[in-house]
């Protein structure tokens, strides 16, 4: 081998100990623009190798002027030939002296592996429910009101009057108010200046989906605690249900009325059959979301909502109580909303120990500004079915 390829060779093995100890230290930049100066030399001695082998008189030429030293035969090719090799395989050759260059260590050679990382924010799929939907909702201009309705009284009809007979003075109707008044409601959060310039995802789309959830979460939870304070009847047939229907809520509320339930109420009424054998829940052939019950010769209409939204109650006894509320929730709640959920995002405010000028933030805030009120407590009954806990039969 002459001179140069010698010396190329050991450039060579100088510049593969180099990019080692670059990935080592951590220098991945450094490492590859190494690697790269490692290929050209790599190429230039394969050419050189060619041009050498080919050029055989040349050699001989060398040799008989003393030039070249006489290798002991097969030797030296060979170990030309074994180095070539191994060079070509690049950084997963071993070294005897150390663990190699791998993936599986990032100092090693892990750092220089690409990962497949995903920024974009991807949403799971969640079962969310407004109980909102299902009562009245009115807005208000003032921060407190009053509204004015007639007493609820039974009407008796007029008195006779004789021939030539004087009238009776009637009975008057009466009336009373119902009040609200206003509260605030909301919250805020930080966020660094640094992630909204370099994210790469619209995280304000994030935070207003994020904040509506939460506004949902507290309409549900208001409308919830106007549902228990009405008292809880527990029942354990579905006939409890249908005097709820036709009997207690009766005339007034009967046409308007559903039952409000969860995942689990619904499971239940999907397993109850008429004498037939035909479902007594049946969904509506115009939307098969939509589902109706046939209480005796009416049929009523079933509003599932999610079990973390209204949550059964499982008792030690095997037993648990599923939600069956029955009533006309228009008429028996209602919210008064001053002010929808509003949204501002400041780079200059402060809130608490944090200064979003001075700390390079941008603090978000989330402000509405409503009441929940029980406007006719006879529009609801809170019945509770207690059957055997489903998923501990045959244990």
């Given at each position: ?42 190429k230039?001695?394969?050419?050189l ?57 990032d ?60 009238l ?63 008292a ?45 054998g ?28 999610p ?70 407590a ?18």
């Amino acid at each position: 081998m002459n001179k140069e390829l010698l010396e190329l060779l050991d450039k060579i093995n100088a510049t593969k100990k180099e990019v080692r100890n670059l990935v080592g230290e951590g220098k991945l930049a450094e490492a590859e623009e190494k690697k790269k100066e490692l290929q050209n030399l790599q190429k230039k001695f394969d050419l050189l190798k060619d041009i050498s082998d080919d050029d055989k008189s040349s050699m001989e030429d060398k040799a008989k002027a003393g030039s070249a030293k006489k290798a002991e035969p097969g030797k030296e090719n060979d170990a030309v030939k074994e180095f070539a090799n191994a060079a070509r395989r690049g950084f997963r050759v071993q070294n005897a002296m150390s663990s190699g260059i791998r993936e599986g260590s990032d100092p090693d050679g892990g750092y220089i592996v690409p990962e497949d990382i995903q920024t974009t924010i991807n949403q799971w799929k969640q079962a969310e429910f407004s109980l909102e939907s299902l009562i009245t909702v009115e807005t208000v201009k003032t921060n407190k009101g009053k509204r004015t309705y007639e007493k609820k009284a039974d009407a008796t009809g007029f008195a006779d009057i004789e021939e030539g007979g004087e009238l009776q003075e009637m009975d008057t109707p009466q009336f009373e108010r119902i009040g609200y008044e206003i509260s605030d409601r909301g919250g805020w959060l930080p966020l660094t200046n640094d992630l909204l310039s370099d994210t790469d995802q619209n995280i304000m789309q994030t935070i207003t989906r994020w904040i509506a959830r939460k506004s949902n979460a507290t309409s549900n939870k208001k409308i919830l605690n106007l549902i228990n304070a009405v008292a809880v009847k527990e029942i354990e047939t579905l006939d409890e249900v249908k005097h709820a229907i036709i009997v207690t809520l009766g005339a007034a509320y009967r046409a308007g009325s559903s039952i409000l339930t969860n995942d689990d109420g619904l499971y239940f009424l999907a397993t109850l059959k008429d004498t037939t054998g035909r479902d007594l829940l049946q969904p509506n052939p115009m939307d098969v979301m939509q589902m109706s019950l046939s209480v005796g010769p009416i049929r009523v209409p079933v509003i599932p909502v999610p079990n973390k939204v209204i949550a059964s109650n499982t008792e030690t006894d095997g037993k648990i109580k599923l939600p069956m509320i029955c009533g006309d929730f228009k008429e028996a709640f209602k919210k008064y909303d001053r002010q929808r959920t509003s949204l501002l995002a400041s780079n200059i405010a402060s809130a608490g120990s944090l200064n979003a000028f001075t700390q390079n933030l941008t603090l978000v805030r989330a402000i509405e500004r409503n009441d929940f009120k029980t406007l006719d407590a006879d529009a609801c009954v809170n019945l509770s079915m207690v059957i055997a806990d489903p998923t501990k039969k045959g244990k």
